[in-house]
């Protein structure tokens, strides 16, 4: 009988081994969904905020999550793609890589960095590319660059974005919250028949 922690954990192997950075963006989108459904269910269970606050907060928790989730997973999903296409094309790619191309360069060598050009298609059809190599140096980067991308979204865009919707939707809330009536008085401060 197969331990169902092992069976997960050789299907993450399985799944991930040759794209590590395809596990960080779907466990970051995992764990943004997560803590943000953590931060509303506590806006709206809390006591002591009351019911014309949670109207105004639950909307923006909710606006903040979409911003986290969407932000994160473009950002490092285009990261993620563009340096994927840099090693498959052969833009980027390690020694053995290069030296293999190389001494292939008559089959190659106008190919190299064109967009049609596909490292894992020439992997499929010569036993003797350096797989290992290819494989290893491109997860690499792409986990690399998708980290990157990570904590800029997380620290940089996320909160710009955030910070400039919630501002809209504090002055669409405020111009929408009834204020408070005011008595005014006119009073004359100058008695009729004076000049001044």
Not at 142 to 155: E, F, W, Y
């Amino acid at each position: 009988m197969n331990n169902p922690l092992q069976s997960v954990l050789n299907w993450v192997y399985k799944e991930f081994r040759k794209d590590t950075a395809k596990m960080l963006i779907r466990t970051g989108v995992a764990g943004w969904a997560l803590s943000s459904l953590a931060q509303v269910g506590a806006v709206i269970v809390n006591p002591q905020i009351s019911s014309e606050e949670k109207s105004f907060l639950v909307p923006q928790e909710i606006a903040d999550a979409l911003v986290n989730i969407a932000s994160f997973f473009l950002i490092t999903q285009a990261t993620k793609k563009t340096v994927s296409k840099l090693f498959s094309t052969g833009k980027w790619a390690p020694s053995k890589v290069r030296k293999y191309l190389n001494i292939h360069k008559d089959l190659y060598s106008q190919k190299i960095g064109k967009l049609g050009f596909d490292l894992d298609e020439v992997l499929k059809k010569n036993k003797d590319f350096p797989a290992k190599e290819y494989y290893s140096c491109k997860n690499f980067g792409t986990t690399l660059a998708t980290v990157g991308a990570g904590i800029v979204s997380s620290n940089i865009v996320t909160p710009i974005i955030r910070n400039q919707m919630a501002s809209g939707m504090q002055k669409v809330y405020n111009r929408e919250k009834p204020s408070p009536i005011v008595k005014s008085y006119c009073v004359d401060s100058k008695p009729s028949g004076m000049r001044v």
